[in-house]
Nanobody, 124 residues
Framework: QVQLVESGGGLVQPGGSLRLSCAAS????????LAWFRQAPGKEREGVSC????????YYKDSVKGRFTISRESGKNTVYLQMNSLKPEDTAVYYC?????????????????WGQGTQVTVSS
């Protein structure tokens, strides 16, 4: 049974940083793509970042390029999203998702397994 558990969300001031974690069980994240999505109130869920098999290819939404970094820690079967220079428009519930594919996708419908989400609020 595949399970994904996000953590690391919270309240941060504009310009601040957070590191989200997605810990997996039932799937080896070294072998499959892992994506981060977010959903703000009243908006559709959107792809933020993704890391493919063996770091072979990463994706970032244009609005987060240069501010967010996705990485994996093999020994802990965990993927991180380091978020720097946060802006109020980054406020959303952040979800991690995976599927049994080595490649990234930004399509919500592509992913079979989702975490429960973690709230990120950027506000002064």
């Amino acid at each position: 049974q595949v399970q994904l558990v996000e953590s690391g969300g919270g309240l941060v001031q504009p310009g601040g940083s957070l590191r989200l974690s997605c810990a997996a069980s039932g799937v080896n994240l070294d072998h499959y793509a892992l994506a981060w999505f977010r959903q703000a109130p009243g908006k559709e869920r959107e792809g933020v970042s993704c890391i493919g098999h063996s770091d072979d290819g990463t994706y970032y939404k244009d609005s987060v390029k240069g501010r967010f970094t996705i990485s994996r820690e093999s020994g802990k079967n965990t993927v991180y999203l380091q978020m720097n220079s946060l802006k109020p428009e980054d406020t959303a519930v952040y979800y991690c998702a995976t599927w049994f594919s080595t490649r990234c996708s930004v399509s919500v419908g592509a992913y079979e397994y989702w975490g429960q989400g973690t709230q990120v609020t950027v506000s002064s």
